[in-house]
């Protein structure tokens, strides 16, 4: 499976459109092949960024390296939330009176994560005004590719549906990623707890 040719799905080349309709990847190859290897971006960056810039902080305070469990549990939230909103989207266009399978609902949904994923790399750049304007431009990417794919995925045509449908998916994607959010500082809140409860044992 060739990950550029992903994007001919959400292209308007009709003949880029029917080449690649016959070799859509499946659940499991686009799991394997795509959303894990680009999930594992954000886990790694954020590593990379806080134990290298901030290692004595992590070195005192999360022994037993737990900064490494915290990325673990990024990817493993990354990766349900994922499967949560390709199912909710399969979902979603039922509005609109279709049904597409759930192996096109987690392709659209792979492709428009893909420009949040790489922003992740920006992470190397130590300005936050920077990383802001990256992120703020990859979710504008993101909208527009929720849109193409609704179009060229789902095939849906007529304007109205096309825009109540990429809106509805819009709104969704983002309590998505604001799950991951909660999620992960849950998950840091707990590992200072269970630090703290060590210590006064």
Not at 1 to 26: E, G
Request: aromatic share 10%; with cysteine.
């Amino acid at each position: 499976m060739n990950p550029i040719r992903l994007f001919h799905f959400v292209s308007p080349n009709r003949s880029h459109a029917r080449q690649s309709t016959a070799s859509k990847p499946s659940v499991s190859q686009l799991m394997l092949f795509y959303i894990l290897p680009l999930s594992l971006i954000p886990c790694v960056m954020m590593y990379w960024r806080l134990y290298h810039n901030y290692p004595g902080l992590f070195i005192d305070q999360l022994p037993g390296n737990r900064l490494l469990m915290l990325s673990a549990e990024l990817l493993l939230l990354q990766l349900g939330v994922l499967l949560v909103m390709a199912w909710i989207t399969q979902n979603l266009a039922e509005m609109v009176n279709i049904k597409p399978d759930f192996r096109d609902s987690l392709l659209m949904m792979a492709i428009a994560t893909t420009p949040l994923w790489l922003t992740s790399l920006f992470y190397i750049v130590p300005s936050l005004s920077f990383n802001v304007v990256v992120h703020g431009v990859a979710v504008l990417v993101s909208v527009l590719l929720v849109y193409r794919g609704v179009r060229y995925i789902f095939g849906i045509r007529e304007r109205g549906a096309l825009v109540s449908l990429s809106m509805a998916i819009v709104c969704t994607a983002g309590l998505g990623f604001a799950v991951i959010l909660i999620g992960s500082l849950i998950s840091w809140e707990a590992i200072e707890q269970l630090q703290f409860a060590v210590k006064k044992m």
